[in-house]
């Protein structure tokens, strides 16, 4: 059974950086895509980023393209999150997950993922 765990979120100002880890145990990374979600209060669940396993293309929703960069390290079972220019509207609690399923980096849709962390608060605010 995978296991996620997450860690590295906390208190930001705006336009300021966090890097967001998940790691990895009970199997490893290299089976599977890797993804970051987030959940807003009162809002769906956003597929943020997803890293394929074959050849380590990424997807990033519109809302954080050219912000967000997502990266794995198979190494050390871990997948990162770098956030960067960070917005108020970018407070959420952020979700590792992983799929072995080939196709599901394209609509990031969280009915497709298998596998959960627990999650990690990220609060922008001055």
């Known amino acids: 059974q995978l296991q996620l765990v997450e860690s590295g979120g906390g208190l930001v100002q705006p336009g300021g950086s966090l890097r967001l880890s998940c790691v990895a145990s009970?199997?490893?990374?290299?089976?599977?895509?890797m993804a970051w979600f987030r959940q807003a209060p009162g809002k769906e669940r956003e597929g943020v980023s997803c890293?394929?396993?074959?050849?380590?293309?990424?997807y990033y929703a519109d809302s954080v393209k050219g912000r967000f960069t997502i990266s794995r390290d198979n190494a050390k079972n871990t997948v990162y999150l770098q956030m960067d220019s960070l917005e108020p509207e970018d407070t959420a609690v952020y979700y590792c997950?992983?799929?072995?399923?080939?196709?599901?980096?394209?609509?990031?849709?969280?009915?497709?993922?298998?596998?959960w962390g627990q999650g990690a608060q990220v609060t922008v605010s001055s």
């Open positions: 997950a992983a799929d072995a399923g080939d196709d599901v980096c394209y609509d990031r849709d969280p009915n497709e993922f298998d596998y």
């Open positions: 009970g199997w490893t990374l290299d089976y599977f895509q």
């Open positions: 890293i394929r396993r074959s050849d380590g293309s990424t």
